[in-house]
């Protein structure tokens, strides 16, 4: 049975950082990513690694300020949020699947974590 677990979330105050984690089981996947839902809006893409480091994409509000990376020997996919501001305040999940990354999205993941909160404080 897939798990994603993910875990790393909470409060901050704005300018902070945190790291979110997600931990696979039962299965591996070639590609891993991470969402995030406002409340009262849609559930919106945040970053994608690929099997190889490399190959990664970042929504515009992310680029410059979130780094994904995902260790393979351990199945876990990270995400260091740095200069954090109150609009990155969501429920933050981890989503796996077997696209490539430039067509990760919402519509083709095959497996979704149970989702972390992350609060922005100003």
């Known amino acids: 049975q897939v798990q994603l677990v993910e875990s790393g979330g909470g409060l901050v105050q704005v300018g902070g950082s945190l790291r979110l984690s997600c931990a696979a089981s039962?299965?591996?996947?070639?590609?891993m990513g991470w969402f995030r839902q406002a409340p009262g809006k849609e559930r919106e893409f945040v970053a994608v690694?690929?099997?190889?480091?490399?190959?990664?994409f970042y929504a515009d509000s992310a680029k410059g300020r979130f780094t994904i990376s995902r260790d393979n020997a351990k199945n876990t996919m990270y995400l260091q949020m740095n200069s954090l501001k109150p609009e990155d305040t969501a429920v933050y999940y981890c989503?796996?699947?077997?696209?490539?990354?430039?067509?990760?999205?919402?519509?083709?993941?095959?497996?979704w974590g149970q989702g972390t909160q992350v609060t922005v404080s100003s």
């Open positions: 989503a796996a699947g077997s696209r490539i990354p430039a067509l990760f999205t919402i519509r083709n993941v095959d497996y």
């Open positions: 039962g299965g591996t996947f070639s590609t």
């Open positions: 690694i690929g099997w190889n480091p490399g190959n990664i």
